[in-house]
């Protein structure tokens, strides 16, 4: 089965620290995706990759930076956090992206405090 | 422009009885509609979808969803409730040929036993 893992589980930094968010997937998928979730707003994708080096802008991608290092790795990093950060942080991965429906796998999410 | 909405927050029933959960969508091409479930303090996964054809679909659990294009809708039921199925359910929207997904508000379904 697909497994997506994530680190750390829970996080809490200040305004103005410097926070990465890691995930891993062992599917071989080519593709992974970071979303935040908020009350009343769903899953909203922040970026995406379809490989080692590629970083795709999603919807929400102001004050975030991420780096996909191997087809497993894909990093999220926030240099400059802010309360508004404060989300539930999902990582996903499938393995197609155009025609042809592909399910997402998720991890099991980040919760980030920023105070 | 693409939309999912699901009008009811929170649903509560009891264990046994039957639940159905909306989902309304607006966009005009060819579309993937989905429903994931999250159990609390899990990830999402997959229940099940719809692209073409008979406009029910089946998916774990008993949980089934209905498509309907002159609604706009695809609605989630199940005809006998359980108390694992209390979660978070999402309905989600994916244009043809694009992989992002849309995701609706989300709708807490309750069980009581």
């Known amino acids: 089965e697909a497994a997506v893992t994530q680190s750390p589980r829970n996080k809490v930094t200040v305004t103005g620290g410097n926070v990465t968010l890691s995930c891993r997937q062992t599917?071989?998928?080519?593709?992974m995706y970071w979303y935040r979730q908020d009350t009343g707003h769903g899953l909203r994708l922040i970026h995406y990759s379809y490989g080692a080096g590629n970083l795709q802008i999603g919807d929400v991608p102001d004050g975030y930076k991420a780096t996909r290092t191997t087809q497993e790795d894909f990093f999220l990093l926030l240099e400059l956090a802010s309360p508004s950060q404060t989300s539930l942080y999902f990582c996903?991965?499938?393995?197609?992206w155009g025609a042809g429906y592909a399910e997402q796998f998720f991890g099991p999410g980040t919760r980030l405090t920023v105070l | 422009t693409q939309t999912v909405s699901q009008s009811d927050a929170h649903v509560t029933v009891f264990e046994g009885d039957s639940v159905e959960l909306r989902c309304n969508y607006s966009?005009?091409?060819?579309?993937?509609l989905s429903w994931y479930i999250q159990h609390h303090g899990r990830g999402l996964q997959f229940l099940l979808k719809?692209?073409?054809?008979?406009?029910v679909v089946q998916g774990v659990n008993g949980f089934e969803a209905e498509f309907s294009k002159s609604d706009s809708s695809f609605h989630l039921r199940k005809a006998s409730v359980h108390w694992s199925d209390s979660a978070v359910y999402f309905c989600v929207l994916r244009n043809y040929n694009q992989g992002k997904l849309i995701f609706g508000q989300g709708t807490k379904l309750s069980i009581k036993p």
């Open positions: 719809y692209y073409s054809g008979n406009p």
């Open positions: 996903a991965s499938s393995d197609a």
């Open positions: 966009y005009g091409g060819s579309i993937y």
């Open positions: 599917n071989s998928h080519n593709y």
